[in-house]
């Protein structure tokens, strides 16, 4: 609802190859968003309670309230749904021009770092299971968005090189 207001107030504004565009974004990005959310809570969410509750023993019995058990479950549900976005957020970057594959390629390893730190940050549990729960799929997600920036990127200018572009702001 908050999204279908949003678009009801940016879209007199808009030329209609933008509205075009958009159409597609927002479809991918809203399935994206659900799909991480559905796996925050059907594949994180129950080993994360699990490991909550796993602090019994026989004179303490763990009782969360509801408020309790859905302010994980949102963390869960929200945070996963953002990091499911990062492929159609690097094509956006791509599209703008600022990243590309082979740069996506080149620095491999330090999204891999970053993204165990990120799921240290976003799990509300401190097990590294949740965390590699959650640093795993955005592995797997930086992979797919370095396919998608080489598929759906900015096309370079026949005749255009790097070396142009150099001399030319030297100039």
């Known amino acids: ?13 808009l030329y209609q190859h933008e509205k ?3 159409l597609p974004f927002t479809v991918l990005s809203s399935l994206f968003f659900f799909g991480g959310a559905a796996f ?17 023993n026989d004179f303490l019995s763990p009782m969360p309230t509801v408020k309790e058990y859905f302010s994980l479950c949102l963390r869960l549900l929200i945070a996963f749904g953002v990091i499911f976005e990062l492929p159609i957020f690097m094509v956006l ?22 993204s165990f730190v990120i799921a240290a940050i976003l799990t509300p549990t401190p097990d590294v299971i949740n965390q590699c729960l959650m640093a795993f799929p955005l592995i797997v997600l930086y992979e797919v968005s370095i396919v998608a920036v080489w598929l759906l990127g900015r096309k370079r200018l026949a ?4 070396t142009e572009k150099v001399g030319d702001a030297a100039e």
Do not use: C, T
């Open 1 to 13: 609802m908050i999204f279908y207001q949003l678009w009801r107030f940016v879209a007199p504004g």
């Open 20 to 22: 075009r565009v958009m």
């Open 40 to 56: 925050g809570y059907f594949v994180v969410f129950p080993p994360a309670f699990k490991f909550l509750l796993g602090y019994s």
């Open 93 to 114: 970057l791509a599209k703008m021009g600022i990243v590309s594959a082979a740069f996506l390629n080149k620095h491999r390893k330090y999204a891999i770092l970053l």
């Open 159 to 162: 005749g255009f090189d790097e």
